[in-house]
């Protein structure tokens, strides 16, 4: 045992029951392409084996943001893992590609093996959803760096799509319908203002409110990010996509326009999809205006995705064929940005 180490705050006897703890979750995530295992200095995968013609290689990364705070409060840590893996394989879905790999690096104050594990179990979770492999990560003890209940995620991805399959929106147009589908919350995106709201109204996470139904307030802000990967990748054998938008940080004005052309905007129709309760109390409570709103959550839509009038039969269809229910929110227009109706 390195006893001067200890004396620093780091235990590595702690990391060495980290390793051990986890391993039967990244066991869980095995997929075709996995090679060798937990304890390699890299992660390995074989692509060769997927018998794609001329891919390319789409990557992401991400973290969960102020979302934190929250698991910490509520000292509940098995859905935090879950938002890190969809951030980041959500993004390099909405360009086509199929994740197919997955590392983390956990930073933490003080390591807390059950802590970290059940961090690790929810990477776990959300790399079976998304039908990646967890082919390796890391965890750094920092003391002094972290106070020894804190901690952060981040996540990094890898997807394949053949080239010629490739979705960047170059072939968005004018008149493009525009499908939503459902988010399951707040997702991971406007943290900061949510905090705020909660401290400035006053608000209490364990309390259940008209707009929490049967869950506390702290229950529904932690609901996982949705990870889209295996209705989207259906949605997209069965009908031509054009362009997919995923709407994290910045809502609807910032996400939609990232697939328009120069020339284009976005119409939306309010009412054409729920906005989840939860946005309505931050809205409420918060006293922020209401067009305000889509420029900084997602207001229950987590995906848009354009295509021509001709393929929204089919894409509705398998979107529900997947246990979903997508709505035709908008259209493409002429113009720029985006407009709430």
């Known amino acids: 045992m390195a006893k001067s180490y200890e004396a620093s705050g780091v235990n590595l006897e702690a990391g060495y029951e980290v390793v051990s703890r986890i391993k039967k979750h990244v066991a869980s995530t095995t997929r075709p392409g996995c090679m060798g295992g937990i304890g390699a200095f890299g992660g390995m995968f074989d692509l060769g084996s997927l018998g794609y013609r001329h891919p390319v290689l789409v990557s992401g990364t991400d973290g969960v943001g102020t979302k934190l705070k929250i698991a910490f409060l509520l000292d509940k840590h098995d859905t935090i893992g879950i938002d890190a893996v969809a951030m980041c394989v959500n993004d390099v879905l909405a360009q086509g590609a199929e994740p197919l790999l997955f ?76 499908v939503g589908i459902p988010s399951t919350g707040v997702h991971s995106n406007g943290f900061s203002l949510v905090r705020k709201i909660v401290a400035d109204a006053d608000l209490d996470l364990a309390a259940r409110y008209p707009e929490t ?33 995923h709407i994290t940080g910045g809502g609807f004005d910032e996400n939609i326009p990232r697939i328009l052309g120069e020339g284009l905007g976005a119409e939306i129709e309010e009412g054409s999809w729920e906005i989840l ?37 089919k894409a509705l269809e398998s979107l529900q064929a997947s246990g979903l229910k997508p709505s035709v929110i908008g259209k493409v227009v002429k113009g720029n940005g985006v407009t709430i109706k």
């Open 103 to 178: 590392l983390d690096y956990v930073a933490v104050g003080k390591n807390r093996p059950e802590v970290v594990e059940s961090i690790v179990a929810g990477v776990a979770e959300g790399c079976r959803q998304a039908g990646c492999a967890l082919v390796g990560g890391e965890t750094a003890e920092m003391p002094g760096m972290y106070a020894p209940e804190d901690y952060d995620i981040a996540g990094f991805t890898v997807g394949a799509v053949e080239k010629d399959e490739l979705i960047d929106g170059s072939k968005v147009a004018e008149g493009d319908v525009l």
């Open 213 to 245: 139904g049967d869950k506390t307030l702290g229950e529904t802000l932690l609901t996982p990010t949705a990870i889209y990967v295996r209705p989207v990748l259906a949605m997209m054998k069965a009908a031509d996509v054009h362009g997919v938008a």
């Open 277 to 313: 309760p939860v946005f309505r109390l931050l809205e409420r409570c918060g006293g922020i205006p209401h067009r305000e709103m889509f420029n900084i959550f997602n207001m229950g839509i987590g995906m848009v995705v354009a295509m021509s009038e001709t393929d929204v039969p």
